[in-house]
């Protein structure tokens, strides 16, 4: 066995430590996921092999190497306005019954990756409050969450290298909501999209109510990853954490059917959003 390598044994010990640490599920298939994410890690923690790693990485002691394994294994790349709907729907249809709120609309964005989801909210609320003179007098509130620290430091300096500024950014967006970066080719959110979000650390696992309410949740392509008793739980706190009537976006291939009764289901022509009753 080379040095990132494996066995079937160390790989099935290491997929239950990962569900048991952040819910997520790998498949009989996804030892390549694990070899590619975790070998750079090796050399950063001066360790021999992969096999050597995975099992340090699950003791207590060694909190700095789990945090990056996690890390490692948690962070997905993901694109400004994703499946562009969505984001659509939130200005059409559920930012304007917001109107009368007199505070501003509390908007999460759990797993909230490398920040180009609340991002885009801010975006998309810019967009429709310079349509929609006078509306929404109360503004928005985004709380932007996710389990990797290493990626929450990334999200709140809000500088992106020139591939990530070309998944999903119009050239029009670009020049209105940017600025240039620190690096040759990188751009930096502005402060007044900045000045909409805050990044905290968290855990889906764990508890929600430090957070607060809310009047919209965005989890986009998250549940997937967990087992139908962990979506089910994440769903229940979700509720909780929904003012009644608030709104919760799911990812295109994400259904919550059979795990909750707490939602009514709005279609919308194209994509479905959730309501809390």
Known sequence: MTDKELSQSEYQEFRKFLEHQC???LGDNKMYLVKSRLSPLMSRFAIDSLSQLVKKSMQISERALRA???DAMTTNETLWFRD???FQILVDRVLPEFKNNSGPVKIWS???SSGQEPYSIAMSYLEYKAKKLGALKG???ITATDISNKVLEQCSKGEYDSLAIARGLSPERQKKFFTAGTKPGA???KDEVKNFVQFRHLNLLDSYSLLGKFDII???NVLIYFAPDVKRKIIAQFRQSLNPGGYLFLGASESISGLTEDFEMIRCNPGIIYRRK
Do not use: L
Request: overall charge positive.
């Open 139 to 141: 503004g928005i509130r």
């Open 218 to 220: 965005f989890c986009r």
């Open 23 to 25: 819910g997520i599920v």
């Open 187 to 189: 751009m930096k959110v």
């Open 68 to 70: 990056a394994v996690i």
């Open 84 to 86: 562009t709907y969505p």
């Open 110 to 112: 759990s797993a909230c």
